[in-house]
């Protein structure tokens, strides 16, 4: 039975859920980089989520959403280096901006934090979709999340909907030319391999996905 609301009980296991996920998916997300870049993306990515679960071990239990989002950006940011840290500890602060005094997390505050993190990440990034980055996965799975009719669904169907745009346009990444970046330098060899940060995205959605699919009230203690 799939959960219908996310509590800050449950946001900090959804994201520790996350992390485990990214650590299981380390070497697949580094061969990816390693083919359009310097390899390091997996590591980058785990190194990040492994702050996040250390941060929020620490955290008094009773913190609510937007200060565990906000805790999460400042531990990713914190330990790890390169664009990818700022940009995706910037789009977790900006996510707990957002939710600001939010008790819950719906459908409709899902949306929220996509549509915050997309304007955070292009920000940070400097990028517009179809600039062949994460912001690609985000874009979509903001896009997919508010599309008409929303408002019928729940949050299961909402974040599925988001999971499965996000990793459709990050495979759709490989047909895309890099603007930005490094790998802007290769030309059309990238053509063929998509984005590693798009990729995770994609993953970090899936995940979450699963984690409201197998986590019934009262299963998380
Ligand atoms: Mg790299």
Redesign the pocket.
């Given at each position: 039975m799939a959960i219908s609301v996310i509590d800050q009980r449950c946001l900090s296991g959804m994201l520790i859920f996350v992390a485990d996920e990214i650590a299981r998916r380390e070497a697949d997300l580094n061969a990816l980089?390693a083919a359009v870049?310097?390899?390091?993306?997996g590591i980058t990515m785990r190194i990040g989520f492994e702050a996040i679960r250390e941060r929020l071990g620490q955290l008094d239990p009773a913190t609510p959403i937007d200060g565990i989002l906000r805790e999460s950006g400042t531990a990713f940011l914190g330990a790890t280096g390169g664009a990818i840290g700022v940009v995706m500890g910037k789009m977790l602060m900006a996510g707990g901006k957002a939710l600001q005094g939010m008790q819950e997390i719906r459908a409709q505050e899902f949306q929220q934090l996509l549509t915050a993190m997309e304007s955070s990440v292009a920000a940070t990034g400097k990028v517009k979709p179809g600039d062949r980055t994460i912001l690609d996965a985000i874009h979509a799975a903001a896009v997919a999340a508010t599309a008409p009719g929303w408002a019928s669904k729940d949050l299961n169907t909402i974040v599925d909907l988001a999971a499965s745009a996000a990793q459709g346009a990050a495979r759709t990444t490989a047909d895309m030319l890099c603007r930005v970046g490094r790998a802007s330098r290769l030309g059309n060899r990238v053509l063929g391999h998509p984005d590693p940060g798009a990729i995770s995205f994609g993953i970090i959605l899936r995940a979450m996905h699963h984690w409201i699919t197998i986590s019934a009230p009262g299963s998380h203690s």
């Open positions: 980089d870049g310097d390899g390091d993306h």
